[in-house]
């Protein structure tokens, strides 16, 4: 453990200049779709990134497309991803990832930070996951500090659009995961601390209904009501909840209609579906567009099918549990506790995992309320998974851990 603990030590005296930087970037509102509070943010992590001397990039994403409530698909903005690549020619190549946007609108109620005590603070992605980008930021400046740093080369990946699915950052993390050996992705763990092993795969995808419109009154018959059509439907499709194992579908937001004296033309509802085999999401999408085939063929009606994204289930296999365990090693040499479970969430590990990248993708802070207004951080957790990062890849780069094997593993149970 000797060679390790300067920077180990250097590390455990971080913890105020990490809140500092917390609070100055949980200050910052970069919602999805904030175009101006992104570029703001990613100015900001820029200015902290120029220690590591590197030629930071500025990516921009191409345009994605969004359904809106009329109906109409219109273009979506996403801001650029930031990379920085150091080392490329080092034996050992790492991906670190994390992303710059939240969940809280430019108009959101909750928009700064409050540090309620030595070791709490609430604030708008101050878990998910700016606190986690900050333990990226000094884990690597701590590494950058060990004399067998040249063994590594990294590469970091900062998107905006994570919150929404990545939908223009995916291109660019799937073209990172080429040629690594390992990923690393600082979300939030669980608010005991496990960290996330096996996640369940995820897709959006949105029925729009289209009828046709009619005084409610005067002419009733001639219309053609787009919510009873998409009711009648969904009732359908909610049934298909559980038909297989783990598979869950949440109709989370409809919309549609008018004043009540119109027979309305138009309804949608947006869903989200979860699985834990990919084989689940092409029987359920099957399923759902064959549902709206049949309610197609009523008269005066046009049922349409948009996907937006889909993740895939990340699976715990045996490369993972090595890479788990010997993660957990670490944490035993700093006396720290470390366990797992899974999660029915998805984040870009669930890409990383279908490229074939073994990754751990909980190594941010701890803390809790994410996604709602009480969202809160555990501070010690911040020179916490710092240095529990900071020790893991400096044996790796000290050949203490062998991150080969885990490729080989998934390559030989690949062969059987
Ligand atoms: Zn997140």
Redesign the pocket.
């Known amino acids: 453990m000797n060679k390790y603990q300067a920077p180990l030590q250097w590390l455990s005296q971080q913890k105020e200049p990490m809140v500092e930087l917390l609070i100055k970037w949980v200050n910052i509102n970069s919602g999805t779709e904030n175009l101006e509070g992104l570029e703001k943010m990613l100015l900001t992590i820029t200015e902290a990134l120029q220690i590591f001397g590197e030629q930071i990039e500025n990516i921009p994403l191409e345009p994605g497309v969004k359904l809106d409530n009329n109906g109409e698909i219109r273009k979506l903005h996403f801001g650029n991803a930031l990379r920085l690549i150091k080392r490329p020619e080092s034996p050992i190549q790492i991906l670190l990832c994390g992303?710059m946007d939240t969940v809280y609108h430019v108009d959101s109620p909750f928009q700064t930070a409050n540090r309620i005590d030595d070791n709490t603070l609430v604030g708008p992605g101050a878990t998910?996951?700016k606190g986690?980008l900050i333990v990226m930021l000094k884990a690597l400046e701590a590494f950058e500090q060990f004399d067998q740093k040249d063994q590594i080369g990294w590469e970091v990946i900062i998107n905006p659009d994570?919150?929404i699915g990545s939908l223009g950052s995916e291109p660019l993390i799937r073209n990172s995961t080429a040629g690594k050996d390992l990923g690393l992705i600082f979300?939030?763990s669980f608010p005991d601390g496990f960290i996330v092993c096996e996640r369940k795969g995820s897709t959006n995808f949105t029925i729009v209904s289209k009828g046709v419109s009619a005084h409610a009154g005067r002419d009733f018959d001639k219309g053609r009501n787009a919510i009873t059509h998409l009711i009648k439907l969904l009732v359908k499709v909610e049934e298909l909840n559980g038909t297989r194992e783990g598979l869950t579908i949440n109709l989370g937001h409809i919309f549609g209609g008018g004043p009540t004296n119109i027979v309305p033309d138009l309804a949608l509802c947006r869903c989200n579906s979860r699985m834990k085999k990919m084989e689940d999401a092409d029987f359920l999408l099957n399923r759902v567009e064959e549902l709206i085939e049949e309610e197609n063929k009523k008269d005066g009606v046009e049922i349409e099918f948009h996907k937006a994204s889909y993740r895939p289930p990340k699976k715990f296999d045996i490369a993972h549990q090595h890479l788990f365990d010997d993660l957990k090693e670490c944490s035993q040499d700093l006396s720290q506790s470390l366990s797992w479970r899974p999660s029915g969430g998805v984040?870009d590990g669930n890409i990383f995992a279908q490229e074939g990248l073994t990754t751990v993708d909980t190594l941010g802070v701890i803390g809790s309320g994410?996604h709602t207004y009480d969202e809160t951080t555990h501070l010690d957790s911040l020179t916490e998974r710092a240095r529990l990062c900071a020790l893991f890849l400096m044996k790796i780069a000290s050949h203490a851990i062998d991150i080969n094997r885990y490729k080989q593993m998934n390559a030989t149970v690949k062969e059987q």
């Open positions: 992303h998910d996951m986690g994570e919150e979300e939030p984040c994410i």
